[in-house]
């Protein structure tokens, strides 16, 4: 997106960041450049930026809640999944890939990491679903440990991945928050077209 960020930059960021926090024995620490754009006519020295900005207003992109929503619920200890029949898509190839004659592959859709606070027992799955279609993914909580009822949900999604924020309309892509209820060991859920969902699930041993 010009100047920020689109959220398809969003869901790669998304994506990627899963990777980072699965390994985040070997990841101590993420940085993001470039941060900031000047959106006046001809003051923007580069694309795509975090965060856009004038004189009078500023705004985060679709990537800048992407990072605040990974950093924002997170837990001190990792916790493994096991994962069956991940549905996958072809790789989209640009004009570039193709004059290279790169070999399109069959891609995941869904990324995914836990992790889970020592201390209140609290998990946060995170789950990044890339495709143009809703995924429902069932949920098993393998363990002796005691699951409320009550959870949250907050959902960072756009009906079109090429959608943006901007100086006019900040607020177009942000998170929202909803109660999850009747949350269970074993439930389903279904994660929405491209979106980035957090479940906050509270746990007890």
């Not at 924002?72 to 916790?79: A, F, K, P, Q, S």
């Not at 004059?99 to 020592?118: E, I």
């Amino acid at each position: 997106g010009r100047p920020t960020n689109n959220f398809n930059a969003a869901l790669g960021d998304a994506a990627w960041m899963t990777g980072m926090e699965r390994n985040s024995d070997i990841v101590t620490m993420s940085a993001y450049a470039p941060l900031f754009s000047n959106v006046n006519k001809g003051a923007t020295h580069w694309t795509p930026d975090l965060i856009g900005y004038n004189a009078l207003s500023v705004y985060g992109s679709p990537s800048y809640y992407a990072q605040k929503m990974f950093n924002t619920y997170l837990g001190n200890e990792l916790v493994s999944v096991v994962s069956e029949n991940i549905p996958t898509q072809m790789q989209k190839l640009n004009r570039r890939d193709s004059l290279d004659a790169v070999q399109p592959k069959m891609l995941p859709t869904l990324f995914y990491v836990a992790t889970k606070n020592s201390k209140t027992g609290t998990v946060y799955l995170k789950v990044v679903n890339t495709s143009e279609k809703m995924q429902t993914v069932n949920i098993d909580f393998k363990g002796k440990i005691k699951v409320m009822q009550n959870g949250l949900s907050v959902t960072l999604k756009s009906d079109d991945p090429m959608n943006t924020n901007s100086i006019t309309d900040p607020e177009k892509i942000v998170p929202v928050k909803e109660t999850v209820k009747k949350i269970k060991k074993n439930f389903n859920y279904t994660f929405p077209a491209y979106s980035i969902s957090v479940l906050q699930v509270e746990t007890k041993e």
